[in-house]
């Protein structure tokens, strides 16, 4: 082996010149020539499945990023595993992920730099407790960075060990004290923290900041948030701008996105879903139950109130099922319902697809009998999961439009993540959209989707959750009326909130801005029923 590294160090050199050259081929059959020599190469294993990615082809992307992950173990090389745990979990193989960075020897991986990107997959993987003790392992051998820090106190937050988050978002501070996602996440967390030394912070921070400077987009939701929670003035001024500069630089046509919801609508008609797949044998045994609405409408409070079920795992936010279509298609798409992938599903075979779900998820569920998948955007996939998956359960969470509507505008999603939330226009057209599209759903396959009101759950949610609990087959228990008696972890936007007790704080919450946000009032008013109040009138 000896003998023949040079010339495999010489073709990964060969390889990464084709690149920058833009010669993709060329760097494709480089690396082939690299696995003809040593098969356990795991890093070219790794660009061949990068390369089949952007090609399209999401079977052969999938299956040689195992085959990164199988050489890595096989041969010791770790070098780039964080960027492999990164790529297979952006893959759906979060399994395969979780598994890589556990076989690990932590004492290679635990520079600053490694740490943080295999902390980063744990956490995404709800493993944010191996993410905790592999972030303390670096700092206690090298010392902490901002970026360390400010990972930790998001994990401390995670795990609900709420002061020890916010101390350690000022310790971040300390650090770096223009650390811009540092404000927004202390801010988010615990507003009343030093509320008026966060706020002269944060404005500092502003009048350092370029204009069109990424970090100004940040700064501008955490002035909000203080202000909102302070009841100072300026509050929506604030969020005006951050919503402003935030939509500047997305991508988002509502025009293509009501394209999309009439295509899925047109796929999914009454004949389409009820021919449902069988079961195939020897599929795993779980029951998915599947917890669908808008963003910030109390999925997560409903998932939390069912988690405390002792029969009921929760995997939160899952992108599975949109995984499992790509992989039967053979198709990368990387948008929810993308047309190509719409237009194949007219062919596909769903009891794989069913069958591949189970599997894919079966790692997560662990004695218990059914699992919470709360990923807001299976919403659009309501129909093919019912035709996939015909004994999953679907719950719908509904709030309040207005309300609705401005719990998605004044969150800051990480990357493109509901696009349409910032702009109140926007925002109501979205909201109307999402309502069609359940009334759809109700017509085509009535009584698969129980809806639960948002502001009936947290005035009588014991009534509520019987009904929950009898949809999804489970006997009622009483742990699942108060959502604090639940201590995993939560790493959604309203990580914070959900283990507090039940209450109403929120319903009513856009009143403060009713006089900006009256064009949205009519605009959902316009396109509601009339039997459908936008405001909750208690």
Known sequence: ?????????????????????????????????????????????????????????????????????????????????????????????????????????WSQASTPENAFGLAQCLGLADQHGAALELIDLAVARHGTTPMLSYLRATTLRHLGRSAEATAEYRRCLELEPAH????????????????AGQLAHVRRALEQVDADAPQRTILLYALFTLLDASGEDGAWAALRDGMASKRRALDYDGAREQATYDDVAALCDRAFVAA?????????????????????????????????????????????FHHQLCWQADLVAERPADPALLAACRTLDFGAIGLGYLQRTRWRVGTKRCLIDKFPRNFVYAGLIRKALPQAKLVCLLRN????????????????????????????????????????????????????????????????????????????????????????????????????????????????????????????????????PVADPG
């Not at 988010?188 to 923290?193: G, L, N």
């Not at 997560?300 to 995997?315: D, F, I, K």
């Open 1 to 105: 082996m000896s003998a023949v590294q040079p010339n495999i160090d010489v073709l990964y050199d060969r390889a990464r010149e084709c690149m920058s050259a833009g010669a993709y081929e060329d760097a494709a059959a480089t690396y082939r020539t690299i696995l003809e020599i040593d098969r356990q190469q795991p890093m070219a294993w790794l660009a061949l499945s990068s390369y089949a990615y952007a090609g399209g082809r999401f079977r052969a992307a999938v299956e040689r990023a195992r085959s990164a992950a199988v050489m890595m173990r096989e041969s010791g090389r770790y070098d780039g595993v964080a960027a492999l745990a990164h790529h297979l979990q952006s893959l759906g193989e979060s399994g395969f992920a979780v598994q890589l960075i556990h076989g690990v020897r």
């Open 180 to 195: 811009a996602p540092a404000m927004l996440m202390l801010a988010e967390h615990d507003a009343r923290a030093d509320t």
């Open 276 to 320: 449902a797949a069988d079961a195939r044998p020897g599929a795993p045994e779980h029951v998915p139950i599947f917890v669908l609405g808008l963003p910030r409408t109390g999925t997560t409070l409903l998932e939390r109130m069912l988690g405390n079920h002792s029969e009921v795992a929760s995997a939160g936010e899952l992108n599975d």
């Open 401 to 532: 439009p207005m309300d609705a509507c401005f719990s998605n505008l004044k969150e800051l999603f990480a990357g493109d993540f509901y696009p349409y939330s910032y702009a109140p226009l926007e925002a109501a057209d979205h909201y109307l959209r999402f309502r069609r599209l359940l009334r759809h759903w109700d017509e085509v396959m009535p009584g698969a989707i129980l809806t639960v009101r948002y502001e009936e759950l947290v005035r009588e949610p014991e009534r509520v959750m019987r009904g929950v609990l009898a949809h999804c087959g489970l006997p009622f228990e009483r742990d699942c009326v108060d959502p604090s008696r639940n201590a995993s972890p939560s790493a959604t936007a309203s990580s914070s909130q959900v283990r507090a007790p039940l209450h109403t704080r929120g319903i009513g919450a856009w009143r403060r801005y009713a006089e900006p946000l009256a064009p949205m009032r009519e605009r959902l008013e316009a396109g509601l029923p009339p039997d459908e």
